[in-house]
Nanobody, 115 residues
Framework: QGRLVESGGGLVQAGGSLRLSCAAS????????MGWYRQAPGKQRELVAS???????NYADSVKGRFTISRDNTKATVSLQLNSLKPEDTAVYYC?????????WGQGTQVTVSS
């Protein structure tokens, strides 16, 4: 079964940048959609961005033009570049991937943007 391990995140001032990375490991036969979700305190988890194995991407309206998702199929990794960060981007960010036709989640990494 696949496992996802995230890295990156932290504290940054508004307008700053961060990069999140996520690596899949374990017995992997296939990885379909990979993506990033986030959950702010008191709010539901929401999709931030996703990317298909073909490279097709999808972004939440709130991050379009600021965040960029990418993946390396040979390394089974997905990354999220966060630019022009705003205080409302503060949340726990979770990596998600459909590995071997089953959804897998990372443990989450905190992103805090100070005003």
């Amino acid at each position: 079964q696949g496992r996802l391990v995230e890295s990156g995140g932290g504290l940054v001032q508004a307008g700053g940048s961060l990069r999140l990375s996520c690596a899949a490991s374990g017995i992997i036969f296939s990885i379909d959609t990979m993506g990033w979700y986030r959950q702010a305190p008191g709010k539901q988890r929401e999709l931030v961005a996703s990317i298909e194995s073909s490279g097709g991407t999808n972004y939440a309206d709130s991050v379009k033009g600021r965040f960029t998702i990418s993946r390396d199929n040979t390394k089974a990794t997905v990354s999220l570049q966060l630019n022009s960060l705003k205080p409302e981007d503060t949340a726990v960010y979770y990596c998600n991937a459909r590995i071997n036709k089953r959804d897998s989640w990372g443990q989450g990494t905190q992103v805090t943007v100070s005003s």
